[in-house]
């Protein structure tokens, strides 16, 4: 499943060149992934379960600035779930143009809220992420 986020760039997330100022993607790319796990539905499965998710790692990518006015669509993927980690592909790009503004790689684990710690990813976990490998 790939999925679509639209956000409009405001004065508040421009910096003193008048572009996005690059934490504001790292913002921009978890609010993606807040509206991937509430459309799937996972927000509320990974509750039940006492998970949550804890990002690892990014490397984020930055292309092309994105000004003011400008509407941005995130789309967020699973790329690969791992034994231990799994991996969320995201690409911002300027609606109206071919422009990518910036691209991320996310890795994150399933860390159990009870012992603190990140969990293997096997059995019905790992399906419930497999899914999403799906296109």
């Known amino acids: 499943m790939q999925h679509k986020t639209l956000i409009k760039v405001r004065g508040y997330h421009l910096d003193i060149y008048q572009h996005v100022n690059n934490a504001r993607y790292l913002e921009f790319l978890e609010e993606a992934r807040w509206g991937y796990l509430e459309d799937s539905g996972d927000i509320d499965w990974f509750a039940a379960h006492g998970l949550a998710w804890v990002i690892v790692n990014i490397n984020i990518n930055y292309k092309v600035a994105a000004t003011m006015g400008h509407t941005l669509e995130v789309y967020t993927r699973f790329s690969k779930v791992g034994g231990k980690s799994a991996v969320v592909s995201q690409e911002v790009r300027i609606v109206g143009s071919d422009a990518v503004a910036a691209d991320a790689e996310v890795t994150f ?16 976990l790992r399906q419930r992420l497999e899914q999403h490998l799906v296109e």
Do not use: F, P, R, S
Not at 117 to 123: L, Q, R
């Open 109 to 124: 684990v399933c860390l159990d809220q009870k012992t603190g710690k990140a969990v293997a990813i096997e059995g019905e």
